[in-house]
Structures are given as C-alpha cells and as structure tokens.
C-alpha cells in the first residue's frame, strides 16, 4: 500500500540543543527526512532551545554539524532561513507570548495560580480516593474578584490551556487509531509563572505557523499528541497557521544491552562517537534506517544494505514497524563495512585523509609522498576493515618513521620469543640477500622468505611469518605481509628486522 499525502508534505526535525546528538535523535530525522524527499517535500530543521537553563551553543553546533555530517539537507530552518523563520524558538519569544494572550482573549485559555503546595496536596488527595492526578480545573472559572484577589497576594498566574472534555482519537500513521480518555489529559500549563513559554505551547504553535503537514517523532512523545491536537483545533479558532492539524507518527523505542531503553547517556548513543572511530555517514544512516523499517523485498529477496537513495525511493511510512527496534553495534559495524566495500579504492581514499590527519600520520593537505602511499596501501586494506580507523591501525606502520615505529608488546612477548628471534635473523638474512639490482616486489619478497624459512627450515607459514609480521608492522594483525614489506621498502624492513633483533 502506498501512503499518498494529499497535500505537499512538510516534515520537520526539532531537536532540543542539549548534551550530545544521540542515537534515537538521528534516526527520527532520518526518518522524517526521507519521508519528506519520498514525497517531493520540504523538510524543516527547527531548535527548540527555549530552556535556557538546558539549552546550549555547543549542543547547537554539534546539532548541525552533525545533520551535515549526515548529509540530512534541510529546505528551511536554522543556517538557510525561509519563509517562516527564524528557526530558532529562543528568537521568537513575542510570537509565543502573542499566541498565548490570544488563546486567553478567547477563553481558550486561563490563568491559574495555585501554589505548588496547594496542586501537590489536592494531588495527593486524588491520588489517595483512586481519581486521575492531573490538574483538577480548580482556576478553570476564576471571576476577576477571585483572579484581582489572587493577584492582590502577589501570587504569579501560569497560563493552562483548558483541554475540551471529550475524548481524544487520532489515527497515528505508525500505530493506527489512538485514542485517549478525556480524564486523562488535563489543562495543562504553556506558560510558566515568569512568563517562559514551554514546549507544549512553542512546538505546536511553530509547527502551525511553519505548515507541518506530517510529524514523525519517538514513541515517548505519544501522551503528549492529544494535547497538540487540541491546540491545533483551538489554533483554527484563533487564526494561527491555515487551520489543519499535522498527521502524526510515532517510531518505536530502540532498545540498547539487556533490552532496556537506549538512554543519551549510553556510550553507545553518542553520535559523534561514530564519526570518530570512522563510520562513513552512509553506513551509519543504513543502518539507523533499519532500527523500525526495512527495504520492502524485491522478487522474495531481502536487502539490508542499501543507498539513502534507495531509501528515499522505498521510503512508505506504512512500512515502520511499531515494536521496539534492538540496536546491535555489530550489525551496526558490519554495515559499516558493507559500505566500505562498496566504495572504489580512490574513494577509500579520499575518506580515510582525515582519519590520517588526524592520527598525525598524514599533512594537511598531504604530500605527494603520502597521497601515494595511500594509494598504494588502500588495496591492502579495503576487505578487511569496517570503520576507516581501522585502515590507520593497520597502515600506521608504514607512515610512521623508525623512531616512532612501536611494536605491541602483548605481540612482541607472543611472536619474538627467542624461537620467533631465530625466524627473524633468517628472514633478515633472506631478504637481505636480495641484490641490490633487482626489484624489491612482492615476489621477490615471497619467493626469498619462503625459501628460507618454509623451504629451509622447515617451517609452518603461520610460525614462518608470524615473527617477521610484528617485528616489521608492530602488530599480528596487518596487511598482507609480503605486500606491506614491498611498500615499506628495503632500507626500513632492514631497520625493523634489525632493532627487533
Ligand atoms: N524538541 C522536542 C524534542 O527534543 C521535539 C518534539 C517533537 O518532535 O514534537 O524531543
């Protein structure tokens, strides 16, 4: 089935600017933005930073540093601008303030000015007698004797929306038809005391100005839909946006190890974790894409991999699977380098130059020198790694110069016992045999260790090159070990194999 909007979509992603971007943010934009480029849409990028205790610039950099990174393009919001800007909810305080005297002006709304002690205890009381412990309406019909009076006490009102009594049902494109009890959403505060407008009253109000058609937002949001709904009927009453109210969707929770909620604070959550250690953005896209949605099958043959184009192309909301998606860091990685795989080796190595600068192994921008012995080393690496920190692991050998070269001692105790000596020793003769006229090639290189230590002392590849691996790349785990002597050159093989011995 397809879900055809009737009108131009317009979705948005509205992150709050605090801590670090996680996980669960970045798959919900995702999601709201191929659902946006499926259907031809626009796509807004909003902050909604009105909490100044919380919100901050760092966060907000980090926010569209990261959507960049993502290659998640953005029509209208913060850094591009449009029609309904600014983007940023802390610059447009007056258009709250305005929405909210209005909604009084209507009765829509009231002032009340219970103390926290006074809606604690009645609280309380509620709670005890088995009644719902939401507010009870008692400022609902203040007179303005009752109201003058409170004032006269120097008591400071909030401002609660007064939700309509009926109950709520709204069909959610993710789950189907919601619906809530009217006595389980009560009026609710949209401005606290010191005149502060909350989320409850700044997202729906953008989302009306700004025309989001479709919301597409995490399941923690659910209880909270009612209450937009009856802003959005209340908004038509009072002339704020075109008067129809957004189609919403909820994504399923993802859960992190021992199936508990992926909190923020998991170490797994961080996205910029990801970009360090050398995701590619598309791998780490692919796979968030999975974490509630599939690519439908084609011919009963199932893809997890795929392009964010095939995504846009495939992406029906309909398709997003209400139960809880587990995030597997390892099926994570593996995609990682499924993507690896698929990029061509000039690719690679453009991707892997500032993964190199930043180990300090390579300049900015870097020499001839270093671009080739990139390039000659890619080839070596490309099968065998998933995230590009991987690729400087392995080649760190060949970019660093012999004071910098360090062997793993955990390697050097296993492999360059006197036994693994005595295997170097011949190595380093073997290959030092090889005249000076002919061709340091990885035949050359292959035909000589072999012939010493296979042929000649007779033993096992894996005891023969085991030695000679970690005293010239300072690790058992490296390239192919013929082709990364040749790359590293006769003169600094020979000082490898000889500081080793
Ligand atoms: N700023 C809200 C958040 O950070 C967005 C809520 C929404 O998508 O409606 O969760």
Redesign the pocket.
Request: net charge negative.
């Given at each position: 089935m397809t879900d055809a909007p009737t009108k131009p979509v317009v979705a948005?992603?509205?992150?709050?600017p605090t801590g670090n971007p996680h996980v669960g943010?970045a798959r919900?934009a995702l999601f709201s933005w191929a659902f946006a480029r499926h259907h031809g849409g626009t796509f807004v990028f909003r902050i909604?930073d009105t909490d100044a205790s919380r919100d901050n610039q760092e966060s907000y950099d980090l926010l569209v540093d990261v959507m960049r990174w993502l290659g998640l393009d953005w029509d209208q919001g913060v850094e591009v601008g449009g029609p309904d800007g600014p983007y940023r909810q802390s610059e447009r305080m007056d258009i709250y303030a305005d929405v909210a005297q209005k909604l009084l002006d209507a009765g829509l709304a009231y002032k009340a000015y219970d103390s926290a002690e006074e809606l604690e205890e009645r609280r309380d009381a509620a709670r005890a007698a088995g009644l719902p412990s939401g507010y009870d309406g008692l400022h609902r019909d203040l007179t303005p004797e009752q109201q003058a009076a409170y004032e006269a006490e120097g008591r400071q009102p909030v401002i609660r929306f007064k939700m309509p009594l009926k109950d709520w049902t709204f069909d959610d494109l993710v789950r189907g038809e919601i619906t809530f009890g009217s006595e389980n959403v009560q009026d609710f505060v949209i401005v606290r005391a010191n005149g502060q407008p909350l989320?409850t009253l700044t997202?729906p109000t953008d989302?009306a100005l700004m025309g989001i058609t479709h919301?597409?937002?995490?399941e923690?949001?659910l209880s909270?839909t009612p209450r937009?709904i009856a802003l959005y009927e209340a908004f038509a009453q009072i002339g704020v946006g075109d008067g129809t109210t957004p189609q919403f969707g909820h994504l399923p929770y993802v859960m992190g190890a021992g199936n508990k909620k992926l909190s923020k604070r998991d170490p797994e959550s961080n996205l910029l974790g990801y970009r360090d250690q050398g995701f590619l953005p598309e791998g780490l896209l692919n796979y968030l894409a999975l974490l509630g949605w599939s690519l439908p099958a084609v011919e009963g043959v199932e893809r997890d991999v795929f392009s964010l184009a095939d995504m846009v192309e495939a992406f029906e909301i309909s398709r997003v699977n209400p139960n809880p998606a587990r995030f597997d860091l390892q099926k994570c990685t593996a995609i990682n380098g499924d993507h690896i795989r698929l990029l061509s080796g000039a690719e690679l190595q453009e991707r892997l130059v500032p993964s190199f600068q930043s180990a300090g192994l390579v300049s900015d921008p870097p020499t001839a020198d270093e671009t080739s012995l990139l390039a000659a080393a890619v080839p070596l690496v490309h099968e065998r790694m998933a995230l590009l920190n991987e690729a400087v692991d392995m080649l760190r050998f060949l970019f660093v110069d012999e004071a910098d070269f360090v062997i793993d001692e955990a390697d050097r105790a296993k492999q360059l016992d006197d036994k693994g000596l005595e295997v170097a020793r011949a190595a380093r003769e073997a290959l030092g045999a090889i005249p000076e006229t002919a061709e340091w090639s990885t035949p050359t290189i292959e035909g000589a260790l072999r012939a010493s230590l296979i042929d000649g002392l007779g033993l096992k590849p894996r005891l023969a090159f085991g030695p000679v691996r970690v005293a010239v790349t300072g690790s058992r785990i490296s390239p192919p070990l013929f082709e990364s002597i040749e790359l590293l050159g006769r003169r600094r093989t020979f000082a490898r194999l000889d500081a080793a011995l």
């Open positions: 948005r992603f509205c992150p709050s943010m919900t909604e989320y997202n989302d919301v597409l937002r995490g923690d949001l909270s937009q």
